[in-house]
Every structure is written in C-alpha cells, then in structure tokens.
C-alpha cells in the first residue's frame, strides 16, 4: 500500500519571460519503508516536486494523497497531523538552521508545536535523546550552527526531521553540499533510521551512482517530466530511456559487474533548455542520439513495459 501519492501532479510559474512548466504531470507512488530516488539534473524539477509535496506551494493541477488523505494544498492549510507525519531534510544545512539558535531550540521548535504540551523537562529529554540518535554528546545543546562542522549541522537537520516522529521524510540532496568521507556516514546514518523507524523516503539528487545502494527504486526526471521508473536492480540492469543511458553512461563504476552492466558511451549533445522554452514534441529531442522523426512533433505517453518498469519514449510503444 502506498504512503504517499502523486496523481497528474503540475506545478507552474508565471514569468516574466513565459510560464515555467516546473513539473508537468508527475504520477508516481512510494509504499511504507520504501525510498523512491528522484533523479535529474539542475532545473529538472525535482526540488520543485519536493517543496510541493511538502507544502511550500499548491500544485496547479493534480492530486497528492498522503496516509490516505488527499494533501493537494499549501502546508498553511494543512492540518498539524499531517505536518507531523511528513517532514524534510533540506540540502544546505548552513542556511537551513538558525544562526541565532542553539541547537537545543532547533530542536525544541518542532516539539513545541507537536509534542502535545509536553513539559520542559520532557523536551530536554526528548533533545538529549535525539543529539544521542545522531551520535552527538549532550553539550552540543548549548552550541550555535556556526560552531559545527558541515556534516554536524546536516545532523541536526536530520534530527530535527526526526523529532516529531515522522513516518515520511523527504530528503533534497541532503549529502551533496558535504565532503565525500561525511556522505558515507549520512547516508549509512539515514539507512539506519529508515529501518529503525519504518520511514519512507523521496530522496532528491542530481548523482544518480548514489542510488544504486540507497534507493528501492529509481525515477528519472527531465525538463518537468518523468521519463523512466523502475525498481533500483532492473533499472542499472536494463536503462531503457536514451537519457538514462546518457546520465549512466557518464558514471563512475566501482566493479567488473557494474562495468559490464553499463551502457556504451553516449555522447551529450547540449544543455537542458530553459523551462520557460521547452521543445515541442519529446522535450528530449534536441539532446537524444536515438532521435526519430516523431520525435520532433509528438510528445511520448509514458508506458508500462514490464511490471513497474516505465518509461517515456517513442522507442517504446
Ligand atoms: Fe529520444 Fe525520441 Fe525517445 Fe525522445 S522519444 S527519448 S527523442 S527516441
């Protein structure tokens, strides 16, 4: 059963220059415990599936259903049990905390608003007990955000997610603003935690090698649009999408297996273009090296080809 729902989810911006078509009809569903790896490159609208799942903005059109409960409004109209039960970690962990606040009231903040008038001494437990989850000592309480280190800060980020006992995090590139040796220890912590408290993920990133230990299953993102899904295994195994293999033909492998499994080298052609000025037809056309003329004036459906393996592409009918 899924824990959460996206249903023809579009997301856009009016402009100066033209509307912005951010996301443009995303359906996608996570079940409980699962980690859905949204992928893309910058401007791919990824984050901005993210932020409308969490509530920073209403979708323009299409459904969101959370537990069951339809979530389709801004977080101001939401209800606190929803609040509660869907949090994020953000990418910067430098700007997302409060310079001005220890990291006692960091994490008291959520459980002042959540915690059911819990006392001041159960808020004091409750904080030495989340410092203790992410494997920091009780004094750090009494430090600022300045006075810790970048992957102590995203730490915090994440116990600040955590504290009000949630069953859904999403995660917005939560490593990538760290140095590598602190990744590994966020990602192994992060794993951890899905396990011990059952949570789902929707982890946002641009490195899709990331992925291939972190996610159950993989969903690529391009110009607003998915264009593959597909359980994390089949999709390193069998790329279907001219882009997939492009992205996977460009990563680093550690082992003869995954050599083997990789695509042959595909050459970019080209940046992402602007969002406010997407190509007609496949949106991909004018960077795909598999380019057929329908290509150009009509714009694929995405497909099932084999239990749960979707992708959008002419390639496949
Ligand atoms: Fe390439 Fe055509 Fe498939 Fe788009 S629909 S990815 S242009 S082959």
Redesign the pocket.
């Known amino acids: 059963m899924s824990i959460l729902s996206l249903m023809d989810v579009k997301k856009f911006f009016p402009t100066a220059q033209g509307v912005v078509r951010a996301v443009d009809g995303v359906s996608f569903d996570i079940g409980k415990g699962e980690t859905l790896g949204l992928v893309g490159e910058s401007g791919s609208g990824k984050s901005t599936v993210a932020y409308t799942v969490i509530g920073s903005h209403a979708p323009t059109s299409g459904s969101i259903s959370f537990e069951g409960e339809d979530i389709g409004l801004q977080a101001s109209k939401r209800p606190l049990s929803i609040k509660k039960r869907l949090q994020i970690v953000f990418q910067d962990p430098g700007t997302s905390l409060n310079s001005a606040r220890t990291i006692r009231q960091t994490l008291e903040v959520p459980l002042k608003v959540h915690g059911n008038g819990m006392s001041r001494q159960q808020r004091l437990e409750r904080v030495v007990g989340l410092l203790d989850l992410i494997q920091l000592p009780p004094a750090y309480m009494h430090k600022t955000p300045g006075m810790l280190s970048g992957g102590e800060k995203q730490m915090v980020g994440i116990a600040r997610a955590l504290a009000t006992g949630p069953s859904f995090v999403i995660l917005d590139e939560p490593t990538s603003a760290l140095d590598v040796s602190v990744q590994a220890k966020i990602i192994t912590m992060l794993m951890d935690f899905q396990r011990r408290f059952e949570l789902s993920y929707l982890f946002i990133t641009h490195d899709l090698s990331l992925m291939r230990n972190v996610a159950s299953r993989v969903a690529i993102m391009y110009l607003g649009k998915l264009c593959e899904v597909a359980g994390t295994s089949e999709f390193f195994r069998n790329p279907l999408?001219?882009?997939t293999q492009l992205l996977l033909s460009s990563i680093p492998v550690l082992s003869d297996e995954e050599e083997r499994l990789k695509p042959g080298q595909v050459i970019s052609r080209g940046e992402i273009p602007s969002p406010v000025n997407i190509p007609s037809g496949?949106s991909?056309?004018l960077r795909?090296h598999?380019?057929?003329e329908i290509?150009e004036h009509k714009d694929?459906e995405m497909v099932d080809t084999d239990q749960g393996h979707r992708v959008r592409?002419?390639?496949y009918p």
């Open positions: 999408h001219p882009y496949c991909f056309h795909c598999r380019k057929m290509c694929p592409c002419h390639l």
